[in-house]
């Protein structure tokens, strides 16, 4: 039934070494992104789309039926399409950045009518929904990359991998504002690609950052199975050429931060002290005994800062290839992991940081989501929360993980600080809070 409280006991061990360093996470979530801008002549000769036209688009480019009776026969006929997939990738012809770009309006301003379903109850912009439509976006920007003028559809299956990094730079999105969104693809593998994308809003004429966000799209055959290779990227200047050499930093970086699963690396002496540490502060001196433990001052027990979910996945919210869209899936954890920070901090949470949404198996139409939001560590006013994303299977009756979030919440207040109860829990899966917060150092 999901990943217990106590399983990410070793986890928030490390995630402890940050209390003995000066407080750096303050001074790099509120200062924006470290990323580099886009390129100025980006946009030249780009017409913006607007947001509703994204999917619309993408079906005319996968060839996906509108129809949810009609799935079955739109996917067989893809089938065909495996003779146009590259033997090689050195058989496709290599994309510039500004072959891929794409600026997509969000008219909320100057058309009020699609207001409403991206209007939250504190009168600013849900940012679930602003996850749903960089999505899409991201996977558009994937296509626009690896189109082939002579193709009418495109035989790739193209689908969201990881979340890298979403970095916040204001804390209330205005409702009643034009938004821009832009992106393209920054880095390309044999199979993989990544996208960086902004989003910007009008204020008086001009267009106002508000996040960075990147994202890894793989590319894969027509029934989704396989990996298929994707067109190379040739940089075209020296400011091309570092955002190309960071996307592949970014890479490599991933695959370290893979190592540092508890089922890969044992925990160091220095993780092991913290631990001990921890236990002792919470030590009931009067009994010394393992079972009774005492909670420090101005502190919540891990176990106790918690939510659970349950959505039903209707057709509604299928993607292009039938499968339940990431961009959903994305906004119901946001919305549990919002709600687990609001309950814990006992004032409203604003998101500032998003990091390694991971995409671990696609989820099935019709299936039973289970979502649990748990509260993994706390520093002044910001909250860390995972919230972890299985499948029921109700005739086997066995639980599959999909995806696992990662999302840090500023509170209007400070926060209690949370510890862990369990010294002899279960080792986690693994020790993705660790890495998500070494990577608000500035040294890391």
């Known amino acids: 039934m999901g990943i217990s409280s106590e399983s990410l006991f070793l986890p928030v061990c490390r995630l402890c070494t940050m209390w003995k360093l000066p407080s750096f996470l303050a001074r790099t979530l509120t200062s924006g992104t470290n990323g580099l801008p886009l390129l100025p002549d980006m946009a030249e000769g780009h017409l913006p789309i607007h947001v509703n036209n994204v999917r619309s688009r993408l079906r005319e480019i996968v060839g996906a039926s509108t129809n949810w009776r009609d799935h079955v026969q739109a996917m067989q006929e893809r089938k065909a399409l495996h003779t146009l997939l590259a033997k090689r990738q050195e058989d496709l012809p290599p994309r510039r950045m500004k072959d891929s770009y794409l600026e997509v309006i969000l008219p909320l301003g100057s058309q009020p009518q699609i207001r409403e379903k991206y209007l939250n ?33 495109s035989p790739l299956s193209i689908v969201t991998a990881l979340v890298d990094k979403i970095n916040l730079r204001k804390k209330v999105v205005h409702p009643d504002c034009d938004i821009k969104f832009t992106g393209n693809v920054s880095w390309v593998g044999k199979t993989s690609m990544e996208v960086k994308m902004h989003m910007l809003q009008l204020h008086d004429g001009d267009y106002c950052p508000v996040l960075d966000a990147t994202f890894v799209m793989v590319a894969r055959d027509p029934e989704n199975k396989r990996p298929a290779f994707v067109n190379p990227l040739i940089p075209e200047s020296p400011e091309e050429e570092e955002i190309f050499k960071q996307g592949e930093m970014n890479k490599l970086k991933r695959i370290d931060f893979s190592t540092a699963s508890l089922l890969k690396m044992a925990p160091t002496a220095e993780e092991r002290n913290i631990v001990h540490d921890i236990f002792l502060n919470t030590l009931d001196t009067r009994t010394v ?156």
């Not at 602003?130 to 003028?149: A, F, M, N, P, W």
């Not at 748990?374 to 005739?395: G, L």
Request: positive net charge; charged residues 20%.
């Open 289 to 444: 005994s393992f079972r009774s433990r005492v909670l420090p001052p101005n502190s919540v027990w891990m176990e106790d800062a918690k939510l659970k979910g349950l959505q039903i996945c209707h057709p509604q919210e299928r993607n292009i290839f039938n499968r339940i869209f990431g961009g959903f899936l994305m906004r119901k954890a946001f919305e549990l992991g919002w709600a687990t920070a609001c309950s814990c901090g006992g004032s409203r949470p604003f998101i500032v940081s998003v990091d390694d949404i991971m995409f671990q198996r696609p989820v099935e139409v019709g299936s039973l989501l289970l979502l649990s939001g748990q509260v993994c560590y706390t520093e002044k006013n910001y909250i860390q929360v995972r919230v972890h994303s299985e499948v029921y299977d109700a005739d086997t009756r066995e639980h599959h993980t999909t995806n696992i979030f990662h999302f840090t919440f500023i509170s209007e207040n400070e926060v209690p600080r949370v510890v862990p109860k369990t010294y002899g829990g279960k080792y986690p899966v693994n020790a993705l809070p660790l890495k998500l917060w070494k990577r608000t150092l500035p040294f890391c």
């Open 121 to 153: 109850v504190y009168n600013s912009v849900r940012f679930g929904r602003i996850l749903e439509d960089l999505d899409s976006l991201g996977v558009l920007i994937c296509y626009t990359h690896t189109k082939q003028e002579a193709q009418p559809r």
